[in-house]
C-alpha cells in the first residue's frame, strides 16, 4: 500500500483550510441574507455611540437601599444585559442611588425588557386562573365557588386563600389593557392577583397565586436545550433546565409531590386542575406557569412546552438573572455619542497598518521570497479573525472596542513571532546540511514546540484578564485569545503545508539568492531569531559546520566555485591561526 507523501498530505490540508473558510464565509452570508448579520462586525460604544439608561430604584415606604444591595443589583444588571462580558456595555452606579446603563447601539426590545424586568423573582402555586374578562366555570373546582373562605388555608394551593377581596380583585383585573399605575410589591406571605402577557401562541390570562414557596435567589443556575424523549433521543422541542441549590431543592420537592396529586387525580377523571400548576412570578407578573407531572426530588425540574429556541433562551436568561435585591424602574433614557469616536478608530487602525508594514518590510529583508509566505500567512489569519469577529457580532452579540483594536495590533506581533520561530529552526537545519526538505520537516518538529508553549501563554493571560476583568478590559483579552488561537490554526493548516509543498520547487530547493534559503543567506544568525531570543556572543555570524560527512557532500554540492573557495580559503585561513596558536 502507497505511502502518501508529505506533498499530498500538505494539499489536503491546505483544502481542508479552504472549506473552513467557505463554512464560515457561507454562514455569515446566510446571516447577511436574512437581515440578522452584517460583513462589517458590531462596534462597542466607545467607537459607536449608543443608549444610556439611568435605573431608577423602587423602595417600599420608607427603607433605605444600602451599598451592598446597590453592588449586588449592578452586579446582576451586567449579567443580564452583557452575560458573556463581550458586548462591551457599561454598567455603573450614580450618586450612590442609581444604576447607569450604557449600551451600544440601539438596544433591542428583549433587552429593555430584560433590564425592566427588574424585581425580585419567586414561585407561587396556581390556586385558579381565567381568561382576561372572566373567570370560567370549567376552571374551576366546587371550592372555588365560594365567595368566602371555609376555614384557615392548610397549604399555598389551598382554595380558602381566595377570600372576598381576592375574588373581586380578580373580577376586576384587566389583562388585556393593564393599568399602567404603579403598584407596591406584593407581600409573599398573601396571595397575589396577577396577569400572564400574551404571545403569539396564547391568550393572556389572569390568575390568583397563593403565597411564595421557592425564591429566585434559590435558583443556581438555568440553562436552555432541545428536549430528550423517553429513549433518550433529542427531539426538536426545547425547554428551560433549572437548578436549584441545596435549601431549595428539599422545599422544591414537597411542593412538586403536593402539585403532582391534583395532577394525577385531574388525568383520573380527564380534566386539568389549575392547582398543580406552579408560576413562576417576575416583578409580580406571571412569565410562565407550567404544570407539575412529576415529584421533582434533585432540584433539577426542567420546563417544556410551546417553546421555541428564542423564547426557551429568553426564560432561561430571566431565570438566571432574574432575583435581584431590589426593584428598578428606568428613570430616563437617551442617545449618547461615541466617547472616543471615529478619529481614534482611524488612528488605531492606522498605528496597527504602521505595524504590519513593519513586519512586511522585515520579513522580505530578513527572508527574502520566503518572507512572502509570512505576508500570505498574516493575510489568512487577518481573513479569519475578521470573519470570526463578524460571526460572534451576529451569534453572541460581540462588539469591537477601542481596547479589542489594540489587541488584533499586538497580534501582528505575535503572529509573525510564530513563522520566525518556524524559518530559523529550518535555516539552522540548512546550515547542519540537511536537504530543504528533510529540513522542512525537522525544523517543523523543533518549531511547533516552542509555538504551541508561546500560544499557550497567551491563552492563559487571555482566559485570566478575561475572568478577572470587566469592560474593555474583557474585549482585549477576547481579541488576544481568539487571535492566538487564528495564529495556531493559520501555522498549522497553512504556513507549515505551504513550506512542504515550495521545498519541492526549483527556486526554493536550490537555493536561489533571492528565495532567501540561498548559502550566503544561511552563513549569518540573525540578530532576531524568535520566541524573543536574540543572538548570543557564542552564536558568530558565520557558517555553522555540518556533523556529518554525508551533511558535507549536500552543502557542498549546493555551494558555487566561487562559495567554495571562499569557504576553503575560511578553512585554511582557521588552519594558519590554530598552528601559531599551538606554537
Known sequence: MARTGPKNSARRVLTWLGAIFVVLTAVLGGGVLTGNASWAPKLALDLEGGTQMILAPRVDGSSEINEEQLNQAVAIIRQRVDGSGVAEAEISTQSGRNVVVSLPGTPSKETRDLIQASADMNFRPVITYGDPAAVPVESRTPDDQLNKPTAEPA??????????????EFEALDCVNPSTERRERSDPAKPLVTCEAATAKTP???????????????????????VQGAQGSVTNSWGVNIVFNGDATEK??????????????????????????????????????????????DGRPQITGDFTQATAKA????????????SFEIQSQEQISATLGGDQLRLGLLAGMIGLLLVVVYSLFQYRALGLVTIASLVVAGVLTYLAI???????????????VAGLIVAIGQTADSFIVYFE???????????????????????????????????LAALVLYFVAVGNVRGFAFTLGLTALADLLVVFMFT????????????????????????????????????????????????????????????????????????EKGQLTGSSKATKEEK
Open 315 to 326: 426564560l432561561s436568561d430571566q431565570l438566571r438573572y432574574g432575583a435581584l435585591p431590589i
Open 496 to 567: 507549515h503545508p505551504m513550506l512542504q509543498v515550495l521545498a519541492r520547487t526549483k527556486f526554493f530547493g536550490e537555493g536561489h539568492r533571492f528565495s532567501g534559503l540561498s548559502p550566503d543567506r544561511l552563513g549569518a544568525v540573525p540578530l532576531y531569531r524568535g520566541a524573543g531570543r536574540l543572538r548570543t556572543p557564542d552564536e558568530k555570524p558565520t557558517a555553522v559546520r555540518a556533523r556529518n560527512t554525508g551533511a558535507v557532500a549536500e552543502a557542498e554540492r549546493r555551494m558555487t566555485i566561487a562559495e567554495r573557495r571562499l569557504a
Open 425 to 459: 529552526r529550518i535555516r539552522d537545519e540548512l546550515r547542519e546540511g540537511r536537504g530543504l526538505v528533510s529540513a522542512v520537516e525537522n525544523g517543523w518538529k523543533r518549531a511547533k514546540r516552542t509555538v504551541l508553549a508561546s500560544k499557550a501563554v497567551n491563552l
Open 390 to 404: 463578524a460571526i460572534l457580532g451576529w451569534t453572541e452579540n460581540y462588539r469591537l472596542s477601542l481596547a479589542g
Open 204 to 226: 393572556a390570562l389572569k390568575y390568583i397565586l397563593g403565597p411564595v414557596e421557592v425564591r429566585g435567589q434559590d435558583i443556581s443556575d438555568s440553562t436552555f436545550s432541545q
Open 252 to 297: 422544591f420537592k414537597a411542593v412538586t409531590e403536593r402539585l403532582n396529586q391534583y395532577y394525577v387525580a385531574a388525568q383520573a377523571q380527564g380534566t386539568e386542575d389549575p392547582k398543580s400548576q406552579f408560576a413562576i412570578v417576575l416583578d409580580d407578573k406571571v412569565i410562565s406557569a407550567p404544570r407539575s407531572l412529576a415529584v421533582i426530588t
Open 155 to 168: 397549604n399555598a394551593s389551598d382554595v380558602n386563600w381566595i377570600t372576598p377581596e381576592v375574588q373581586k
